[in-house]
């Protein structure tokens, strides 16, 4: 088994490739994708943690939250399509540089 | 299952919709909505009927406590929260019955604020960090569809989106600095973790974990870099969601960092101390220079909104009990103010149609009432003597002395000074002569509207002439907040 | 060819983030579970799902329901944002 470190450097890259996602990106599913990734990310995390307690044993408790935490993120993403539908119909594009005609 | 507070919520959730099935359009608006109320009405009854022994010793919810099961606590720190929380859900359905009128879908829209009512005093009684994440999703979720509630108007889906994905960033954040915070423990029950970190030193780990929990509540707490989508969502929502959710989701995301910073992490306080005096300046100096540059009133509010903010954290900079008690009796007293202020600009815009400030010249002399309400909130907010709102900047600048920071202090007073300037600028509007004949048939607003303008004004004066009654509150809950032996 | 800076920024950014964690992981090692209690956990050899289905629903039967809850709430948002204007 690899040590845990390499378990938390995966976690911690895809976070930034989440974020990069979310910043450089400019079609508005993208920017979904882009949160998804942010948070399986954190979920790698629980994961990995669950496993390296002790050797030979896994910890449920970290399983149970990623388990309710997928729900979760399942809802956000459906109430941002939701809104994306709306978007195209407003705009007519879903390029996110386009959507600033409110300033100040 | 849960406690009557949450669950009379939850079932008021779930039979508001049923109920507009089946009646019809025209009436479905006032039906729901009295429906609703009683759900309030109810959790509220419920929750004062529970306070003397909430002072006495916390409820459990699974009564026996361990360290892997779902915690709810309801403690006086979280009973001071979710008093303001249904306080103001219940205002802003009694206001909505005659504002959201003409508006569709109004069923569901009684229903998705009952549910984010519960998320907010869900997450303020939970006594564990993923019971609190749900909560806080909950809220998060429907807060979502509701700033974006009148799809057909181009700038509440673009708010909607643009607060949606800094939120659920946030939400992520949140999500990976709990793992983080899970690594170094096992556990996931606050008093817990607040145990077995009390000893221990702090590493660069702690600090991080530290760090991406306040990027994460503090995206939704308006933290200066990440306040962008304030304004927008603000000005864009419907007024009476523009009222709960500066009011009460804001609000909720400062008690939730003080909770945090208080209880997990005191050990590493000397640390975060600078942090935090660092947020409250930028939040002071962003929120009301900015302020000044708007002449759209509801985007002023928002913006006032971050200065508050920045007010709040001088509390928390300080680090002692009077700080703490000193931010919490902010947190409760801005809500109030914040939320009048909303529904008085609200019930303009429902007679009239437009919010900037020129259009507005002249509307008091034709709406008393609401001008007279919204002239407290005003003074409440610049911190006017005989309103709540210099009570609790005045415990703020004693808090500072006592902790020897007095140049936080001077600089409270001096932006206080400084955020007159905007302020004023709305009541010269509401007291001037009327410049045109448009407004001849403007009539007072509706009696709806006004009841829970005149019950939050009267809450305002109130808590002003005689602050004993949430001083007490806040001193209290201040005390459990920094000694966690009592909840073990 | 049509060179985006913003996307240039943002790789040089990510990339210096991923070395700054990198370094950060392999110069300070993690404390795994340093200031943990001991409870029990599930051993590997046996039935893994089942065991940590158990544990679910005895723990965390709370946290589903409000779940539920929100996956509720999230379906009423939805209706409410695709409903007919006529209703």
Redesign the interface.
Known sequence: MPS??AY??C???L??????C???KRN?IR?IMG?EI??N???I??IA?SA???P??????????V???I??AG??G???L??????YR??GTLD?RR?R??R? | MFTPIIDSLLIFSIITPIIGFFTKKKSSCLICGVVSIGGYIVSMAYLLHLLPQIFRNPIRIPVKASLVSTSIIIDVPGSLMSLLALALGLFVTIYSIRFMERDSGTPLYYSLILAMITGIVGASYSGDLFTLFIFWELMCITSYVLVGFRRNVKESVEAAIKYMLMSGVGSATILFGMSLLYGLTGTLNLPRIALSLKAGEGGPWLYTSLGMLITGFGIKAAIVPLHVWVPDAYAAAPSPISAVIAGASTELAVFVICKLLFFIFPAIKVSWIEFFAAFAVLNMILGNIAGLLQSDVKRMLAYSSVAHIGYIFIGIAAGTKLGLTAALLHIFNHGLMKALAFLCIGAIIYRIGARNLEDLAGVGRKMPITSTAFTIAVLGLIGMPPLNGFISKLILFMSCLDSGMLWLGILLIIFSAVSTGYYIRILKALIAAPRNEKFNDVKEAPILILIPICCLAFLVILLGIWPDLILRFAEESSLWLMEVERYV | MRVDYLQVIGVMFAIAAIAVALIMITEQEFPLFKYAESRTLINIGEDVGERSGIFLWKNRSLDLLIQAFVLLASAIGCVALFRAERW
């Not at chain 1, 976070?15 to 990069?20: A, E, F, N, V």
């Open positions: 845990f470190s938390l450097a976690a911690i890259i976070y930034i490739i989440g974020l990069y979310l910043v450089t508005l920017l949160m942010l948070v990310a954190a979920h995390n629980f943690l390296y307690w002790v030979g044993f896994i910890d449920p408790l970290a399983r149970s939250i388990m309710i935490s729900g979760l809802c956000v459906a109430v941002l939701s809104f994306t539908v709306y978007a407003h705009y996110v959507m005609e409110l100040g």
